[in-house]
């Protein structure tokens, strides 16, 4: 397992002067979880881009070390998976196209088709892996952004509104998911949802500010 | 590692054009049905080679302003720009588009100069280098421009407005050029007399890309 350690310092977000959190801190290292909670539209899907390097926080630093060495902010994609609602998936390609796609940007060679059957196989759509995503419903493309999320066996795993759209067996899949990431690296989670929240060691919770 | 990347993001766009049609079906009946105007609105009329050259690079100008911002237009559309943020680096997905605009760019001038030449019995090339190079050239600059100028209206409201607005002053100096060695061209002048023009569009070409290069984190990422 390797040495990983989140550390978020001071972080606010504005967007056109309105002011959306300030002064969020926390650290986690691997082997741990932690809930971002809130209500909604205080800032936790904000917070969960900004922790993946997608969005550059207003002020204060979010910073991801592996073994002790920070990682650039033109490196972090290759080790950060993201679930989140705002995440979509290529609706003209099929499951496995997308999977496909996403191994052949990233650049991972060690990964062949019968790998990724296995990871559809685990969010229970390898049977539809031939299909569009368009002709997918809402649970079965958010399984499908797990998968692709869990390609690169990422140190730092953040699932926004994580069980959002699944039905049991998905719930099931997600939190068998979660349990193995908070044993192996470092497992975010921003929800309010209750049974959610017993997979995280602990919670900060974004307040939203509004001026 | 990051030209690797941009390659499948460039193959990842033309095997999604392939599918979808985004561009390539915009493009081609912007030319269709501007060719035929200006074919009807010529008729018999005489025109001179300079207004030719201008009508040639019109077509050029504005068929790329309606399929060349698909490229990043349709990522934000369909809400997978996130996606592509979190596969890759941002000069990966600035490569990779910009080959894709490159060859659409290039491929699509080429059919309008051939089918130009071949119907518009007025417009005569008599220097054919001049009108080939002129062609490439220009198609590079205009992809080049048209590539950052699509990653910067993509966030906007009002995209179809604003991309040729914003187009037309970045890529005057382009335009100007062009349609003087196209007129060079149609006068037959020696290929050394359009060597000046030539020096423009690369210079024009090169710096529009080390630009981008440079902002194109900041226009990526909100």
Known sequence: MTNAVLKADQLSKDFNRRKIFSAISFDAASGSSLAVTGRNGSGKSTLAKILCGVLTPTSGTAVLSIDGNAISPERLHRHVGLVSPYVQMYDEFTGIENLRLAISIRGIVRKNDRQLRDLLQQFGIDDRRNDDVRTYSSGMKQRLKYAAALLHEPELLVLDEPTSNLDEQGIAAVRDVMSRQKESGILIIATNDRDDLRYADRQVTVEGEHT | ?222
Do not use: C
Request: no cysteine; glycine share 6%.
């Open chain 2, 1 to 222: 590692m990051m030209m690797r990347s941009a390659y499948e993001v460039f193959r990842k766009d033309v095997h999604s054009e392939f599918r979808t049609r985004y561009a390539m079906n915009a493009l081609i009946m912007f030319v269709i049905v501007a060719l035929s105007i200006i074919l009807f609105s010529i008729g018999d009329e005489s025109v001179t080679p300079g207004v030719l050259s201008g009508i040639l690079w019109v077509i050029i100008f504005f068929s790329g302003m309606s399929g060349l911002s698909r490229s990043f237009v349709s990522e934000e559309e369909r809400g997978t720009v996130l996606t592509l943020q979190l596969l890759t680096e941002p000069s990966a997905v600035y490569a990779g588009k910009l080959l894709f605009n490159l060859i659409l760019t290039v491929s699509l001038n080429l059919f309008i100069a051939v089918m130009y030449v071949l119907l518009v019995q007025q417009f005569v090339v008599q220097s054919p280098a001049i009108f080939w190079v002129t062609i490439l050239l220009g198609s590079a600059g205009i992809a080049a421009a048209a590539t950052i100028l699509a990653a910067i209206i993509a966030k906007a409201n009002t995209k179809g407005t604003l991309y040729p607005v914003l187009a037309f002053p970045i890529m005057l100096p382009l335009l100007l050029t062009v349609m003087n060695a196209t007129r060079l061209a149609t006068e037959g002048a020696p290929f050394s007399e359009a060597a000046g023009e030539f020096q423009v569009l690369v210079a024009y070409t090169v710096v529009v890309i080390a630009v981008s290069v440079i902002l194109f984190d900041f226009v990526w990422k909100d």
